[in-house]
């Protein structure tokens, strides 16, 4: 239902919010458009992390790691979906940087399937002490 004084969506966006909520893998088209619409919707607004109680900007590593997926597109791939509190995310998984040359890592940036906005990060490479996940919150500037 549209609200009478709002604009009508976007067709080519509602399209592609349903596609994320479909199980099967989206092929490299549909992840480059899921990634270029996640891009457009941060611009002009603040990405920080949130941890606990606590939110903060993401440091220049942080940001990169998290922002670099929808750029640099090199090994990046559609994991699949996951439902957290009621809400569908779908997981797109790009290459990480592990500090052990063994072992592979990899990012995993979650985008919510209703506002195509990025909503958590994980890091996992294999080495405990390097891992870690935060919540995001994107924010008017």
Known sequence: MTSACGSPEDPARAELRARLKQTASMSKEELGRVLDEVGRGIQGKTVKLKQGNETRELDEQQRE??????????????EGMRTTDGATLRIINAPGKSSNAELDAARRLLIDADTLLPRRFEFISGVASDEYAFDLVVQPK
């Open 65 to 78: 790691a998290v922002l670099g997926i929808l750029t640099y597109r090199a090994g990046v791939f559609d």
